[in-house]
């Protein structure tokens, strides 16, 4: 008759079923619900994460418009960027490359 009182929840104590009930809860909500701590933590993260780069592409957005405002006002960048990156010449010209 002992062992039968044991598994019977009803005659536990309501401290070891509120202990049972809170671990359920803190397991619940910390890892397996849909919007669970854990869960929350890693999108947190990954939101700071994004703001990062999207700081980073501000920067660099504003860097190739001030280039490309550069390319529309002043002839001599125009012609810096078609000799170096594209290897372009004007007529009559010998360009010599360096390498390192």
């Given at each position: 008759?002992?062992?039968?009182?044991l598994l019977n929840p009803l005659?536990?104590?309501k401290s070891f079923l509120i202990?049972?009930?809170a671990g359920f809860l803190v397991l619940?909500?910390?890892f397996l619900?849909?919007?669970?701590?854990?869960?929350?933590?890693?999108?947190?993260?990954?939101k700071a994460e994004l703001k990062r780069e999207i700081e980073q592409l501000r920067t660099e957005?504003?860097?190739?418009?001030?280039?490309?405002?550069?390319?529309?006002?002043d002839s001599f960048h125009f012609e810096r960027i078609a000799r170096e990156e594209y290897g372009m010449k004007k007529p009559g010209?010998?360009?010599y490359?360096?390498?390192d």
């Open positions: 008759m002992a062992d039968f009182q005659r536990w104590k202990s049972i009930l619940w909500f910390g619900d849909n919007y669970s701590i854990y869960t929350r933590y890693q999108l947190h993260q990954e957005t504003e860097l190739l418009e001030t280039q490309i405002n550069q390319l529309h006002t010209e010998v360009i490359e360096i390498r």
